[in-house]
């Protein structure tokens, strides 16, 4: 068998078929529904602020939803809680089309709220499913494969939904809401897990809150997860992106769709080379210098006053990132054992999928008093130092020359 045909195995498994195109679909929908849900805040408002409380709104129900997700994932089919996730995520969509119809502006805050909520919930339970659909040695292959497709769907989301809006705001919602519907079917088709967790473990505080002493007692894994919040939560741009679409780059909302669609370019092309040819060295250096590399390019972005270099500049973040991606998962899930995986991972995603968010509210509220591009500089900078103080931090992490090496 070839190193490419090797590669596509894991495509053998129905469950797996079944679990990436729920997660293509879902990542597609939510890629969509995002670039409609900020450029038409921004069409409305023209207010920088009001694009970061899109970020905080979505990151407001995982803080106090952290402890109990990952414990509901350990705890229950992660295959039903995946499929009920994202049909509350279909009826967020159903009433952001409803509120597309009349242009209100902050009832959208809410939905978004109800949205992050059930994706609290499906995130986790959905990571950790995956090492449920294929044996466990083809595990990092089916990573890099699921990252790779996920990142397909972040391309073509943006961009659908950029192309979309102009045929009216109430558009780009619905499709949304479609593909979220069919995301669902596909997440109920994936067959229970035969993967026993060995027992439902009683609801107690020490087991809420094991995912976080877990995590300060592994310091591979809370390296990776500290980084990637540092690193997000400054250089994080996409907030601005409607910004610079209309004020810097002059180009409307397509403009906006093709900015947010570059960063998933590099990604997929990234993360195609890494299901191809998985890593199996430096991988500690490798992820520190993705992010150094992730810096860099932000710093470029922010510099940028013509569309096409800006655009390069996103797909090199996009690549790098995916880098930083695939490591940092592949190092939390071989780290940890699958009776405790949900509630790792919940942590991990409030973390770091989250910092995302707040990154997203920081932009804002900061671009409100100095200007976007200032803010996506100083954040570039930011992002660059977080990596050389964490090489400090956590050297072990720096050295560590394999995903399973001896923690």
């Not at 190193?3 to 469950?15: E, L, M, T, Y």
Request: net charge positive.
């Amino acid at each position: 068998m070839t190193k490419a045909s090797a590669g596509r195995a894991v495509f053998r498994f129905q469950n797996f078929r079944y679990y990436v195109m729920a997660r293509f679909l879902w990542g597609l929908a939510m890629q969509i529904q995002t670039v409609a849900v900020s450029w038409y805040v921004y069409d409305l408002t023209r207010d920088p602020l009001a694009l970061g409380l899109i970020g905080l709104a979505t990151f407001l129900p995982t803080v106090p939803l952290s402890l109990i997700t990952g414990a509901v994932a350990d705890r229950y089919d992660r295959r039903r809680i995946l499929y009920i996730g994202y049909g509350l995520i279909a009826c967020g969509a159903a009433a952001l089309c409803a509120l597309a119809s009349v242009r209100l502006v902050w009832p959208l805050y809410f939905v978004v709220i109800f949205v992050g909520a059930a994706r609290s919930f499906s995130n986790p339970a959905g990571q950790a499913l995956v090492a449920a659909t294929v044996p466990d040695e083809e595990y990092a292959s089916a990573t890099a494969w699921t990252n790779s497709i996920i990142q397909t769907a972040t391309v073509a989301g943006p961009a659908l939904g950029g192309l979309l809006f102009p045929l009216g705001a109430i558009v780009p919602f619905a499709v949304a809401l479609a593909c979220f519907a069919v995301a669902t079917f596909c997440a109920w088709r994936i067959s229970p897990s035969q993967k026993k967790l060995g027992g439902k473990p009683p609801v107690t505080w020490s087991m809420l809150v094991a995912g976080y002493r877990f995590i300060w007692s592994r310091s591979a894994i809370l390296g990776a997860i500290t980084l990637d919040l540092a690193a997000v939560l400054l250089g994080g741009a996409t907030a601005l992106l409607p910004i610079y679409a209309n004020e810097v780059f002059h180009t409307g909302s397509w403009g906006l769709g093709l900015l947010r669609s570059m960063p998933a370019v590099g990604s997929i092309a990234a993360a195609l080379v890494l299901a191809h040819r998985p890593m199996t060295r430096g991988v500690g250096r490798t992820m520190f210098v993705a992010v150094i590399v992730y810096g860099l390019a932000t710093i470029g972005f922010g510099l940028s006053t013509s569309i096409w270099p800006a655009m390069l500049c996103l797909m090199t973040l996009g690549a790098a990132d995916v880098v930083s991606v695939v490591i940092r998962q592949s190092i939390i899930q071989i780290d940890t054992p699958d009776e405790m995986r949900g509630r790792v991972i919940a942590v991990h995603n409030i973390m770091t999928g989250t910092s995302n968010n707040l990154g997203d509210f920081e932009s804002g509220a900061l671009a409100h008093f100095i200007g976007a591009p200032p803010t996506v500089i100083v954040g570039g900078v930011g992002a660059v130092a977080a990596s050389l103080l964490w090489i400090q931090f956590f050297p072990q992490l720096w050295a560590r020359e394999s995903f399973t090496q001896a923690k």
